[in-house]
């Protein structure tokens, strides 16, 4: 008696806990540069559009805290990478699960099948700690041994110094201690994160230990700002260089002066274009944009590389890539075709 009287209360708990819970579901996840910047979705959709379209379910606790992040088709965990460009997903995988225990928070990723993996930074768990007036303060990144470990970008920790209610100053050490860049070519190491009153990205900033701004390089491709642009649905429709004295230039990133970014109905990057000081197209790494197209369910299921005057140019290795899906089964991704064009 007593036994299945305890097995009452478990009941009622879980579906008490159950009903707290809040879920939200989008097409899309807002861009993210640092992992300081929260999970956010956008193209918010409702539960009937779930049932034949590729979507990110986001769960929250009664606290309002993210406790899962999926990556979805008819309930089945999909690959990620089907959401094509500008998707905030590097830090997360098909499915991120995150638990808090006191002023840390932990997240761990999951694949396809449900089996925990490395996400797509070569990470295996993350462990973010908060300060006392709860804010992510740093955040260190493990392998699967629990052995703190380097990240692709060479990045094992990353420790956040908070400027105002918005902003944030961010640098980062390597598994040795040593502090190192944004990215292996990305070369901002003390980085003024710059932030809007919804936690949406507006600019980042490279500085110096006096909170000057400074350029990357001192050469003419040296860049001190990187600033954002979005629309009403916090698509990010461009980006812009500039250095120390906010003056447009080309960056040695993506030997371009930005880059501008086009959308369709659904939240899909259909074209993603590279432009000069002024705004216009241009050339830059071989390409000047490239195109992308998706089927209903959202999948991406091509991309081109074109020039200057709309010809398709070859780019590592190939002019065209198709993305081929299961029509039995679309959650399935089968072969990649790769089409070059003389």
Known sequence: MKTRFTLFLILISFQLISQNEIIKYYK??????????????????????TKNENY??????????????????????IKRMRAGLMDGFRNVFSKTLIRYEGNLEIRTFYDALGNQCYNSMNVFKEVYEYNNKGKKSNVKFYNDKGKLTNSTWNIAEYIWNHENNFDVVEKRKNKKGEYVTMRPYYYFLTTLYKYSKEGILI????????????????????????????????????????????????????ESA???????KNGNCVKYATINKKGELMLGRDKAYDLYK??????????????????PVEYRG???IKFIYDKKNPEKKGKIKRVFFK
Do not use: C, W
Not at 30 to 48: A, D, N
Not at 297 to 304: D, K, Q, R, S, V
């Open 28 to 49: 899309h996840l807002i861009f993210r540069e640092t992992p300081y910047s929260e999970v956010k979705g956008r193209i918010e959709i409702p539960v009937e559009r």
């Open 203 to 254: 600019s980042m900033n490279h500085i110096n230990d006096k909170g000057e701004l400074i350029n990357d390089f001192d050469d003419e491709k040296g860049i001190a700002i990187d600033k954002a642009e979005y629309d009403k649905d916090f698509n990010l429709i461009g980006f812009r260089f500039y250095n120390a004295k906010k003056e447009a230039v080309i960056g040695s990133f993506l």
């Open 258 to 264: 930005g880059g501008k970014i086009t959308y369709d």
């Open 294 to 311: 998706f089927d209903s369910f959202g999948n991406n299921i091509e991309l081109g590389h074109y020039g200057l005057k709309d010809q």
């Open 318 to 320: 190939y002019t065209k």
């Open 56 to 77: 990110y379910k986001l769960t929250y606790d009664s606290k309002n805290r993210l406790t899962s992040i999926q990556y979805l088709f008819k309930n089945k965990q």
